[in-house]
């Protein structure tokens, strides 16, 4: 799953995790990448976002990499997993262009003896296209990203903020990704995540490389998630090997 949670601020203006923590308990994705996670901000009680989620749902493994440091506070993307978490880093994204801060959590994930590691990106990117190009072309030289084999599965999902697709090339041609979020079919060319109440823009998306299978996809379709946060969860369905 991936899911900008807007600080677990729904469009009512309320901030309430625990609509947050339903969605992920009804679902239950062995790994969820979370952008617009707070810590120690007033405006969600001063909460450890991630570790809260992370309890309310059960998951053994999280880990929180900041981006904005507020006045009192930190805000960033969390990534919680089934699995254990080998390894965690930030990649810091931020350009001179950027508004705010941005970056990409980078995880690995020991899925077992038979499967081996997966690789996850969790991002959120600027709201401009060039900014957004830029992002995109750090992403892409970072060491983190780079020295990853073809051979190895590997997931990028977030808020890309991209509403007419223009990364998709860099990302099917350019590193050999394929898009999970992508349709064949219907009046948008991805899954619609934003505005949650009425979705048209297909910001939130996944990305996968290496030996995973699509097997299914699909936006949350639970009534709650019209509310809690701006943007609707995606889920992602894959089989390794």
């Known amino acids: 799953m991936t899911y900008n949670i807007h600080r677990a601020i729904g ?31 007033p405006r969600s009680r001063e909460l450890n976002l991630a570790k809260e989620l992370a ?11 900041h981006n904005v440091s ?7 993307n969390a990534t919680l997993s089934r699995f254990p978490i080998l390894r ?30 997966l690789e996850v990106f969790n991002l959120h990117l600027g709201l401009s296209a060039r900014e957004r190009n830029r992002q995109i072309e750090l992403l892409k030289h970072s060491d983190e990203l780079s020295k990853v084999p073809y051979s190895t599965p590997v997931l990028v999902a977030g808020d890309f903020n991209d509403w007419r697709s223009l990364l998709m090339p ?7 990704f394929s898009c ?36 299914s996809v699909h936006t949350c379709r639970l009534q709650v998630a019209r509310v809690a946060s701006d943007h609707l969860p995606v889920l992602a369905e894959f089989q390794v090997g």
């Open 11 to 41: 469009v009512d203006r309320r901030f309430r995790p625990e609509r947050i923590a339903a969605i992920l308990r009804h679902y239950d994705p062995d790994i969820v990448m979370l952008q617009e996670v707070d810590e120690g901000a």
């Open 55 to 65: 309890e309310a749902a059960t998951y053994p493994s999280f880990a929180l990499g």
């Open 70 to 76: 507020l006045k009192k506070g930190r805000y960033g």
């Open 88 to 117: 965690e880093r930030n990649i810091d994204l931020s350009i001179d262009l950027s508004w705010i801060r941005r970056g990409c959590q980078h995880t690995t994930l020991d899925l077992g003896d038979k499967l081996g590691h």
């Open 170 to 176: 860099a990302f099917t041609n350019g590193m050999g």
């Open 180 to 215: 999970a979020t992508e349709r064949k079919r219907g009046p948008y060319r991805v899954i619609p995540t934003y505005p949650s109440f009425s979705p048209q823009g297909g910001l939130d998306r996944i990305y996968h490389r290496g030996p995973l299978r699509l097997v």
